[in-house]
């Protein structure tokens, strides 16, 4: 089984991304400053010359736009205006705690889910676990992507969800060029 992985970030750094495997996925989520058009066009434009999917949080328009892969609906954006979207290869991608989301994200068209946060981590107190995500999973026919404590120690145990990809910050910037894109 081949899985995705995904990296948030916030901001082009050129340097920073040729450091990843062009396997990666990006996903730019910049919620503290305005969009800057010129950063977005270099950011797709290097994405595509080298191959690599990059996705836009929260910004239909810039997603259009500037030719992004597709769109990343984060958990706590409840509207159902993403689910005509009419545009070729265009993905959409959405997070989701619990079941009530994970159902609004279907109803958003979202073709892959994140469930978060998986594992204990710095930012959240509560988290789902194996036993949590793998009840959701069961719940939709959409692809899941683990995202949240991901480390080389939970890496291994979130396997046993058997998901489609895993994301992550801290754990792909450490260990962006050594991680294992390959079968689970």
């Not at 434009?45 to 990343?72: D, E, M, P, T, W």
């Not at 958990?75 to 993905?91: A, C, G, T, Y």
């Not at 793998?134 to 396997?159: A, D, E, H, P, Y």
């Amino acid at each position: 089984m081949n899985y995705n992985v995904y990296y948030f970030i916030d901001e082009f750094n050129k340097n920073e991304i040729e450091k990843l495997s062009s396997k990666i996925s990006l996903i730019y989520r910049n919620y503290d400053k305005k969009c800057d058009s010129n950063e977005l066009k270099k950011l797709v434009l290097h994405c595509k010359n080298n191959k690599r999917k990059v996705y836009i949080s929260n910004n239909l328009k810039a997603a259009i736009k500037y030719n992004f892969n597709g769109l990343y609906i984060p958990s706590f954006n409840k509207s159902l205006s993403f689910q005509n979207i009419v545009k070729d290869n265009f993905e959409i991608l959405g997070s989701a705690h619990n079941i009530m989301e994970l159902k609004i994200k279907e109803k958003q068209g979202c073709s892959t889910i994140f469930l978060s946060p998986i594992f204990k981590n710095n930012k959240k107190k509560k988290y789902l676990d194996i036993i949590k995500a793998n009840l959701l999973k069961n719940l939709t026919s959409n692809k899941i992507v683990l995202l949240g404590g991901i480390n080389f120690k939970t890496f291994k145990r979130s396997k046993m969800c058997a998901p489609s990809g895993i994301a992550a910050i801290s754990w792909v910037k450490k260990n962006g060029p050594s991680i294992n894109t390959g079968p689970f």
